[in-house]
């Protein structure tokens, strides 16, 4: 089953549950778009992983 992480693995900042604009790697660590897009250029530099945007699931009920 996939952990949900708490943070960014590159800046360390808090990710909301809710968050949109999060990105997930091949190997399940999660990233903010703006690490994605600006640092690793998408593409996970240890691992060469590729990234998706992580699905947001909502729980109304």
């Known amino acids: 089953m996939l952990e949900i992480r ?3 693995e590159h800046c360390d900042k ?3 549950f809710d968050a949109t604009a999060v990105f ?3 190997f399940e660590c999660i990233y ?3 690490c994605v897009t600006t640092i690793l250029h998408n593409t996970r530099s240890n691992c060469e ?3 998706t945007k992580r699905q947001f699931v909502r729980n109304d009920y």
């Open 14 to 16: 808090d990710i909301p």
């Open 6 to 8: 708490r943070s960014c």
């Open 24 to 26: 997930i790697c091949t």
């Open 32 to 34: 903010y778009k703006e």
């Open 49 to 51: 992983g590729n990234f």
